[in-house]
């Protein structure tokens, strides 16, 4: 299976900071690697697909970078509402598999 | 809108069985694969198993393969996942979830039910 890992496993940040956080992947998968949120007691929601595009509804603010192995999704100036955990995941090949978590907290 | 609403879940002992149903409205069923995911605090977000929009592709996780059987009826716009041989591990939140497209295919999760736990205990 394709193992993710993220980093940092959490993070303290103001509202108004540039946030990222980093996904690699095992092996290889291409730009096949998506960026969901999840606040807590709540599904998670897709934020970006295809590694940088945005899925409909979401802000402007959340872009994503890579291909490969390497990932990034960045939050170009943290809202409140933001303040969440981030997981990523690869559909190269199944098994699909997500990350381990990015939780971002107010400093 | 669309909507995902799980059910089913609850306590089980060991070894038995338990059957997950995902209601699907506000949107084409029949045009879309579906998928299982679960979540457990230790272990994180897990895929559990896909199946495509006319049930010819059906894709499982190795740690649930020859016990756990995903199904659809586009019909009643329903799928359904049939948890055999239960194991305490198997305890988690079940997510169903949406497919992008019409295939188990390289295509992420577009819309995500509430869940429905599992708890497998003695």
């Known amino acids: 299976d394709i193992q993710m890992t993220q980093s940092p496993s959490s993070l303290s940040a103001s509202v108004g900071d540039r946030v990222s956080i980093t996904c690699r992947a095992s092996?290889?998968?291409?730009?096949?690697l998506s960026w969901y949120q999840q606040k807590p007691g709540k599904a998670p929601k897709l934020l970006i697909y295809?590694?940088?595009s945005l899925q409909s509804g979401v802000p402007s603010r959340f872009s994503g970078s890579g291909s490969g192995t390497d990932f990034t999704l960045t939050i170009s100036s943290l809202q409140p509402e933001d303040f969440a955990a981030y997981y990523c995941?690869?559909?190269?090949?199944?098994?699909?598999?997500f990350g381990q978590g990015t939780k971002v907290e107010i400093k | 809108e669309v909507q995902l609403v799980e059910s089913g879940g609850g306590l089980i002992q060991p070894g038995r069985s338990l059957r997950l149903s995902c209601a699907a409205s506000?949107?084409?069923?029949?045009?879309?694969?579906m998928h299982w995911v679960r979540q457990t605090p230790g272990k994180g977000l897990e895929w559990v198993s896909g199946?495509?929009?006319?049930?010819?592709?059906?894709a499982y996780a190795d740690s649930v393969k020859g016990r756990f059987t995903i199904s659809r009826d586009n019909a009643k716009n329903s799928v359904y996942l049939q948890m055999n041989s239960l194991r305490v591990e198997d305890t988690a939140l079940y997510f169903c979830?949406?497919?992008?497209?019409?295939?188990?295919?390289?295509?992420?999760?577009?819309?995500w039910g509430q869940g429905t736990l599992v708890t497998v205990s003695s």
């Open positions: 979830a949406k497919d992008m497209s019409i295939a188990v295919a390289a295509t992420p999760f577009d819309f």
């Open positions: 506000g949107f084409t069923f029949d045009d879309y694969a």
């Open positions: 199946i495509g929009w006319n049930s010819n592709y059906k």
């Open positions: 092996q290889y998968v291409s730009s096949y």
């Open positions: 295809a590694a940088s």
């Open positions: 995941q690869q559909s190269y090949i199944v098994p699909w598999t």
